[in-house]
T-cell receptor, first 117, second 112 residues
């Protein structure tokens, strides 16, 4: 158990719909990362938040958005869903200090499997 | 950001030592090298991290030459349960800009 909690574990929805995936990082971790992994594909970095602020953006579609709340949990919102959005969505967290260079490792959740029909 | 190159797949047998090499020619001075393991439908799991020379923990060793343009993950005496995808990442964690990119990874198959 990594300490990172993701809900829901499984989600089936239809094209055009909107879903929200939730992530609770490990206690004390300030940074949250979102990754997408399609079937038999590598992990695609989507976005990173640090203490409520967006810090880095990857290949995140405009139909997708995310935020990190004051209690440090994060949500990934996926809208106007398409068949190709079917994937495992992973959240990871890490302890990252504000000022120092920290080589902390990433702790991944078990993922949310999204199926778009 | 340093790009990494790894073999797409490797095969081994139980009890053998497996070495997976990752190339990262444009690694920056502050970058660390980190390896992750991923089983199907599970989140990646941290294996080992290093900056230079050799790092060893209870599951693996990481060899990094002086020029740091490559690194080798060594798994001693693999078992069937080591069948997984192994990812090499290069980067630095800081409060500022992070964009941790996973490459395609190396799919290791361990055979009886």
């Amino acid at each position: 158990d990594s300490g990172v909690t993701q809900t829901p574990k499984h989600l089936i929805t239809a094209t055009g719909q909107r879903v929200t995936l939730r992530c609770s990082p490990r206690s004390g971790d300030l940074s949250v990362y979102w990754y997408q992994q399609s079937l038999d594909q590598g992990l695609q970095f989507l976005i990173q938040y640090y203490n409520g602020e967006e810090r880095a953006k990857g290949n995140i579609l405009e139909r997708f958005s995310a935020q990190q709340f004051p209690d440090l949990h994060s949500e990934l919102n996926l809208s106007s869903l398409e068949l190709g959005d079917s994937a495992l969505y992973f959240c990871a967290s890490s302890v990252v200090g504000a000022a120092e260079v920290n080589t902390g490792e990433l702790f991944f959740g078990e993922g949310s499997r999204l199926t778009v029909l | 950001l340093a790009k990494t190159t790894q073999p797409i797949s490797m095969d081994s047998y139980e009890g053998q030592e497996v070495n997976i090499t990752c190339s990262h020619n444009n690694i920056a001075t502050n970058d660390y090298i980190t390896w992750y393991q991923q089983f199907p439908s599970q989140g990646p799991r941290f294996i080992i991290q290093g900056y230079k020379t050799k790092v060893t923990n209870e599951v693996a060793s990481l060899f990094i030459p002086a020029d740091r343009k490559s690194s080798t993950l060594s798994l001693p005496r693999v078992s069937l349960s080591d069948t997984a995808v192994y990812y090499c990442l290069v980067g630095v964690f800081s409060g500022g800009y992070n964009k941790l990119i996973f490459g395609a990874g190396t799919r290791l198959a361990v055979h009886p």
